[in-house]
Every structure is written in C-alpha cells, then in structure tokens.
C-alpha cells in the first residue's frame, strides 16, 4: 500500500535535506583549506627556525614523502610546496577565516601567482561579490581586472572648484 505525502511537505523535506548538504560542503571545504594553510605556516616556521635553504628542501621532500603515504595524493610535494606559498601569501589568518568560507582550494591556487597582497585581496573579494567559479576568475585576472581599476582610480580628472 503506498500513501501519497503531500507535495509541498516532500519539497520542503528536499529543501532542508540540501541546505544541509551544501552546509556541510561549506565547513568541509573551509575546513580543509585551514588546515592546509596551518600545515603551510608550521612547516614555514620550522624551516625559517632552522634559516637553511638546503635542510628546507629536504624537510619539505621528506615531509611530503611521509604525509602522502600516511594521507594520500593531496600531500605530494608539490601540494605541500604549494600549503607554505598559501601560507606566505595569505599571512594575516584573521583575513583568511572568511575567506576560506566562500572560495575553494582552487581559487586560492588560482590567486597564488599574483604578485601583490592587494591583487590578490582584490581579486578575492571580486570573486566571492560576484559568486565567480575558476574559470571567471582565471579570465577576470587574465583582463587584468585589478590592474585596470588601479589605472582608473589613479587617473580620475581633477576639476576645477
């Protein structure tokens, strides 16, 4: 015997159901480019503690080595090089908590090479406004969005009074 709920109670139960998820994926996400950030900024002091370019890249070899056996293809090397540049590039944590609320591990890799702290904040800020997934980010930067609006706030005309 099958017993016909009402439609708008089943929608709503799917609307909470989602909610919920995207939630989830929220805190996962921010959850994760925190840790990666901490794990960034621990390796940096150790190595900067030490101050040797050599023991640093074998402390970043060696450490990647162990926690991509013990976690995984998300701590290579490369990934762990890139935790210390998020770390280096993202210094100030009470800036990034909000942050990593909105965007992803890939936007924040798609900001990295950016050369200034303000381009990056710029572009970071654009993104989260205007909801950007990568691929408008990566074309907004490619626009040189940032470069063009200090161009323009640099230029403003004066006029007489």
């Not at 090479?113 to 408008?136: C, N, V």
């Amino acid at each position: 015997m099958t017993i016909n709920i009402d439609k708008q109670l089943f929608a709503n139960l799917v609307q909470i159901i989602e909610k919920g998820k995207k939630q989830v994926a929220v805190k996962v996400n921010s959850t994760v480019i925190l840790t990666y950030w901490q794990i960034g900024k621990t390796i940096n002091e150790h190595i900067l503690n030490n101050s040797r370019a050599a023991y640093g890249k074998e402390i970043v070899a060696t450490v990647a080595t162990q926690l991509s056996e013990k976690f995984g293809s998300s701590f290579k090397e490369g990934n762990v090089r890139r935790m210390i540049q998020f770390s280096d590039s993202f210094d100030d944590f009470e800036i990034l908590v909000p942050l990593a609320r909105q965007l992803s591990w890939s936007h924040f890799l798609i900001l990295l090479p950016l050369k200034t702290k303000e381009s990056r904040m710029y572009y970071a800020q654009k993104a989260i406004e205007g909801t950007w997934g990568k691929r408008e980010l990566r074309h907004q930067i490619e626009r040189k969005a940032f470069e063009r609006s200090e161009i323009a706030n640099t230029q403003l005309p004066s006029f007489p009074q």
